[in-house]
């Protein structure tokens, strides 16, 4: 795990370093610190999907323009993404197996996940208006867990380790868009929403067959250097 967190950090030096390779791409930068609604979901009729829950992520942004007007570009960047999100196991036994402990059938637990986000998108903006640019893009985002904590609804665990009931890779489809307002001197300011699909099985609780995705509507916000 420490070498696989090496390596993304790597990753995310090489994006910075990157910027005077592509300079004449015209590059740009910017961090962001986006708040989200997340909730996991379910094929399985023994697993209940629960409430939605509130998430962060924050990081460094990149976009690599193709054309010379700045319109069309690759999107992609390092985040941290900090998620939860809930579910319900039911099963016929009266019993759940659930990070080395024995619950209750129909016992929620609460995931508290932390992944590395690498994004990939096309990205598309308008000619700047009034000072303002619009922007949409579609591609996917790659996740590695990095932490993975839970909480029991009888109160039994309380940020547990909980490594062993959650997958190590994610990933998910990215499509967006919003708005971006200049704010002079090659700065500005960007608003948008995100909507993130999952499409691996993030769980691994091995009592149940089934496929859990996470899925996000993020609220991006960020300055653009």
């Not at 319900?88 to 209750?104: L, W």
């Not at 985002?141 to 039994?156: C, L, M, Y």
């Not at 609780?205 to 509507?217: A, G, R, W």
């Amino acid at each position: 795990m420490k070498q696989i967190r090496n390596k993304l950090w790597l990753l995310g030096f090489v994006i910075l370093l990157s910027q005077p390779t592509f300079s004449q791409r015209k590059t740009r930068l910017s961090f962001t610190g986006s708040p989200s609604v997340n909730w996991l979901s379910s094929d399985s009729q023994g697993v209940e999907s629960g409430k939605a829950a509130i998430g962060f992520d924050y990081g460094i942004n990149a976009d690599f323009f193709f054309d010379e007007e700045q319109r069309y570009a690759f999107a992609t960047g390092l985040l941290i993404n900090n998620v939860r999100g809930n579910l319900r196991y039911y099963d016929d036994a009266g019993a759940i197996r659930f990070a080395g402990e024995t619950f209750d059938s129909g016992t929620q637990f609460r995931y508290r996940l932390k992944y590395v986000e690498v994004p990939l998108a096309i990205k598309l903006q308008t000619s700047q208006f009034r000072r303002w640019t619009y922007w949409g893009q579609f591609g996917f985002s790659s996740f590695v867990n990095i932490q993975a904590k839970g909480d029991s609804g009888n109160g039994f665990l309380d940020k547990h380790n909980i490594h062993d009931e959650v997958g190590l890779f994610n990933l998910a489809l990215n499509i967006g868009g919003g708005s971006s307002f200049d704010l002079g001197a090659n700065n500005a300011v960007t608003v948008g929403l995100i909507y993130k699909n999952g499409f691996l099985d993030v769980t691994s609780n091995e009592q149940f067959d089934d496929k859990t995705t996470l899925n996000s509507v993020v609220l991006k916000i960020g300055l653009i250097f």
